[in-house]
């Protein structure tokens, strides 16, 4: 087995791409103006400029990209300069409905008059029962009351006299008992008791009885007529009332109609109000006397409610008062009564009552005229949030309800309050996940939003996004009142936000964290008593990031190194490779080495994935595997059966593994057992492979390169120790400054490469070899290796057939 690789490793200077603190042209931030753009969205930013400037139905739209990239920022920076140059909407009232109580009236007015509306209708309801009751207490009112009950106490006197007028000749009187009015018979004036009646002749009783029926009859006719004349009666008291409440409540009614003189659709409403109160005016001064007076406790509610004269009153839904421009509302609340409004109820003698007062506006109604920027996550978790806020964007209105009333789940009378018109543009955020399941599961989707504006995850890493980034931190240090950072500090986080983007042409475009390390950079150089933020701050900061989230990295190197993690570091082995795998601790992430092995023996030409078989492996790892098929099949066996059973495992792996990432050191294993070739532990590998043994790039690269490198060094370095990655992936390195000094020292190496047989010359010591004009690989040589133990595995499989064959 040779000693050094012959594939060309990368040098140090390839490892880690530093921005120059001196080219960046200033000392500190402080030199740096303020930025006011966002910082390499110019397609995102483009989308939303169009999406938000053009009227349009479904013109609405979805900010999609991964967390903290900026997206709620950028939408609330451009929507909120577009907003500043459109008017204020109006405001929204909600009065009550004279003929339809239970749906309730929706009012315009211009911005601001709301208040004023509602002020002054509530002042004219606190005065319109006091005044009601002093106009209908008043003199004048009475005395003209008492004269027509005086009226219809004479015309039914002089009705029943006229009677009695005809009937005394004839020796009958008309006369009022405590059970009625009759008659009876009289002589010289005088009633005849019954005695004395019996004592008149016969023919004079009969006489007398005759008449006395007659007249009675008369008196019924008389008496028949009182109802209509106390219909008429009630109808001259009750035009009474009217005349009377007309004339408090046009009185009362004046500066309302003066200061809404030039809106119609309230001048119409006050109107309505005052034939309202005429209509009612006499159940209002009855029902508040009774209020006032002895009545149980339990019904004074009910009293009170009839008195009540705040049904006059107004409910502001909206007041734009102090609003000065269009609104931009962004909301955090987003269930379905917060969307579209609701009406609350509250409970009355054991039951639940409303009126208009207890209508809610929701988030629509507050951004109506402007814009409304919502989580599409959040809106999703709500029942029937997403529903409701389609409903509204499509019928171009806010109808008022419950959930459960829109479902037709409520049989319970309750209000209907009219609906509003909507004129909104609303803003959705969401990841890329959340955007392609809508366009895919809702068909009225892309209808309603139809601007993506796709945000990016990085930004291309030239002199001037470096400078524009530099005056970002600039504007975010001064924003947040902490310390400014120099050049190298500067520098330096370009160098993280570079690593964060696994590439060395690009920067991360993921503000947060930005944002999060210069405060805790900030931390760091005040506990050191800086008044400017250095690079070792820096440096600080980001291994104290590394240093909270590494109890997992830490007690995986303390399992290798007390070897309880069988992970090998020198030496070699038939069967095994040292793959790579990342990680994830909330926002950090590190590596670690996984023990690959493979066996092979005779079979069918099955490549087991052991993983696959225990339902651990997920299908783009299994994919991987099976890839590793088709490779084998389409380089050894093409005249010959593909005649083994190889299994492969990762070892000491207890959860999930998904990725093709090690499908190269599965290969490497698998290919090392076939032809017996021993595989170097001094060295990890990372890469997935194709078909034709091509080598892919992968993720992670860096910290699956720092991975190993920390396993080995917990053994110390030798010196032989390194990381084959997929070339492609050379220009994703930013390592750590431990490793890059390593590899500049001769301790430790990366070796990038294009195909297997390149990663078999690193692994092995050993030449990959090419097929001859004859179809024969080189030989000595790996590949050489592995076709020869094919051909013995498929004699052998021959062999065994002609054996049964014979039998």
Known sequence: MAGRPSIRELPAAALYRATDPAALGFATTADLPDLDDIVG?????????????????????????????????????????LAAGRPAPPDWCYVHEPGAPQRPRALRLPRGLGATFRDEMARFAADLRGALGAAF?????????????????????????????????????????????????????????????????????ARLRARMEAFEEKVEEVMRRFPRWEREQRRKVRDLERETALRTVEHLLEDPR?????????????????????????????????????????????????ASTRRYEVNLLVDNAATPHAPVVIADDVG????????????????????FHLIRPGAL???????????????????????????????????????????????????????????????LVGDRR?????????????ELFKIAADFEEDVPRTPATTGVYARLLATLARREGLRPLDAG????????????????????????????LIHETDSVAGAAGRDVATTPDVEAAIEGRRRRAGRAR?????????????????????????????VFTGDQAFGMPSRITATVRLGAGDVVDIEREVELGGPIHSKGVLILSGFLGGRYARDLPLSLHASLVFEQTYGGVEGDSASLAELVALLSALGDVPVRQSIAITGSVDQRGDVQPVGGVNEKVEGFFDACALRDLTGDQGVVIPAQNGRDLMLRHDVVGAVAAGRFHVWPVTTVDEALQVLTGVRAGRRGRTGAWTPGSVNAAVEARLRVLAETTRAFARGEATE
């Open 41 to 81: 969205q110019e397609r995102a930013v483009e989308a939303i400029v169009f999406a938000i400037g053009l009227d349009a139905d479904g013109y609405n739209v979805f900010a999609l990209g991964p967390t903290g990239t900026g997206k709620l920022t950028t939408l609330t920076t451009y929507v909120g300069r």
């Open 336 to 355: 379905y009564g917060d969307l579209v409004g609701r009406v609350e109820y509250t409970a009355t003698l054991g039951a639940l009552t409303t009126d």
């Open 489 to 516: 500090a500067v520098a330096r986080i370009i160098d993280e936000g570079a690593r964060l983007a696994s590439d060395q042409e690009r920067i991360s475009a993921h503000m947060r964290t930005f944002s999060d």
């Open 554 to 582: 830490e007690r995986l190197l303390d399992a290798v190194e007390r070897g309880l993690l069988l992970v090998q570091t020198t030496g070699a082995a038939v069967g095994q490779a040292n793959g790579l795998s990342v």
């Open 434 to 446: 959340i955007y392609a399941l809508l366009a895919a599961a809702d068909p009225d989707f892309l």
């Open 365 to 427: 109604h507050r951004a109506n005229g402007g814009y409304l920027i919502l989580e599409a996550l959040k809106v999703l978790q709500q029942p029937m949030a997403w529903e409701g806020l389609k409903r509204a964007l499509r019928a171009k209105e806010i109808r008022i309800g419950s959930p459960a009333q829109a479902l037709g789940l409520v049989t319970t009378v309750t209000l209907e309050p009219e609906p509003i018109p909507l004129d909104v543009k609303v803003a």
């Open 137 to 205: 207490d008043d003199e004048r009112f009475r005395s003209r009351r008492e004269a027509l009950d005086e009226e219809l106490k004479e015309r039914r006197e002089k009705a029943l006299e006229a009677i009695d007028a005809l009937a005394r000749p004839e020796g009958i009187a008309v006369v009022r008992t405590p059970v009625g009015v009759g008659c009876l018979p009289v002589v010289d004036g005088h009633p005849l008791d019954a005695e004395a009646f019996r004592r008149l002749p016969e023919d004079e009783q």
């Open 258 to 306: 003066r200061s809404m003189a030039d809106q119609p659709d309230v001048l119409a409403h006050l109107d309505r109000v005052q034939a309202d109160v005429v209509e009612h005016a006499g159940v209002l001064v009855a029902a508040a006397a009774a209020q006032e007076g002895d009545i149980p406790a339990a019904l004074r509610p009910i009293a009170s409610e009839a």
